[in-house]
T-cell receptor, first 114, second 116 residues
Framework: DTGVSQDPRHKITKRGQNVTFRCDPISEHNRLYWYRQTLGQGPEFLTYFQNEAQLEKSRLLSDRFSAERPKGSFSTLEIQRTEQGDSAMYLC????????????FGEGSWLTVV | AQKITQTQPGMFVQEKEAVTLDCTYDTSDQSYGLFWYKQPSSGEMIFLIYQGSYDEQNATEGRYSLNFQKARKSANLVISASQLGDSAMYFCAMREGLSGNNRLAFGKGNQVVVIP
């Protein structure tokens, strides 16, 4: 399968711990996105990469959050000093360049902070 | 301000019947794109259909069609011949502006349950 893959699918962590999620986009896609989804809501944009450059960050991305895409391929999203309010599903997506190009999502990484 | 509005309550649909999911949007841009995604309980967001603001024809993809009414700013999804596997949350999303903007704004979703 060559879709967007995310790891881990589920993570339970204690408040104050750091967590890291990984995303592998569709191989020919140069754009990569992170979204967050809480229960009963649609996904909310967090950040966007074109190749290795992080071009846009939402106000939702506090200083405890950092995302990287070092070689323009896979990406990591790290949350430091987790809080209960960080409990959500973190979705990664990718697309190729072009206004009409579809954005494909992965299966998401569920985070529960206890 | 909410850019995408999906206000229908959860819907029960008889298998093999058609169902229409409402979506209205708000933008001042002339160039934008509208998407529908399906999210089953597993969590994955599955792309269904795309409509560009300049597309004159309504988009269709298999059993999915998009009823695009630009003047009314609505982009309703029609699922024909519902199947049990169609039970899921359905999200409408919009990408505004030129190709450099890839931020999607999502609605809150519509819950669909298909019953045999």
């Amino acid at each position: 399968d060559t879709g967007v893959s995310q790891d881990p699918r589920h993570k339970i962590t204690k408040r104050g711990q750091n967590v890291t999620f990984r995303c592998d986009p569709i191989s020919e896609h140069n754009r990569l996105y992170w979204y967050r989804q809480t229960l009963g809501q649609g996904p909310e944009f967090l950040t966007y990469f074109q190749n290795e450059a992080q071009l846009e960050k939402s106000r939702l991305l506090s200083d405890r959050f950092s995302a990287e895409r070092p070689k323009g391929s896979f990406s990591t999203l790290e949350i430091q000093r987790t809080e209960q309010g960080d409990s959500a599903m973190y979705l990664c997506a990718s697309s190729s360049t072009g206004s009409g190009n579809t954005i494909y999502f992965g299966e998401g990484s569920w985070l529960t902070v206890v | 301000a909410q850019k995408i509005t999906q206000t229908q309550p959860g819907m029960f649909v008889q298998e093999k019947e058609a169902v229409t999911l409402d979506c209205t949007y708000d933008t001042s841009d002339q160039s934008y794109g509208l998407f529908w995604y399906k999210q089953p309980s597993s969590g994955e967001m599955i792309f269904l259909i795309y409509q560009g603001s300049y597309d004159e024809q309504n988009a269709t993809e298999g059993r999915y069609s998009l009823n695009f009414q630009k003047a009314r700013k609505s982009a309703n999804l029609v699922i024909s011949a519902s199947q049990l596997g169609d039970s899921a949350m359905y999200f409408c999303a919009m990408r505004e502006g030129l190709s450099g903007n890839n931020r999607l704004a999502f609605g809150k979703g519509n819950q669909v349950v298909v019953i045999p």
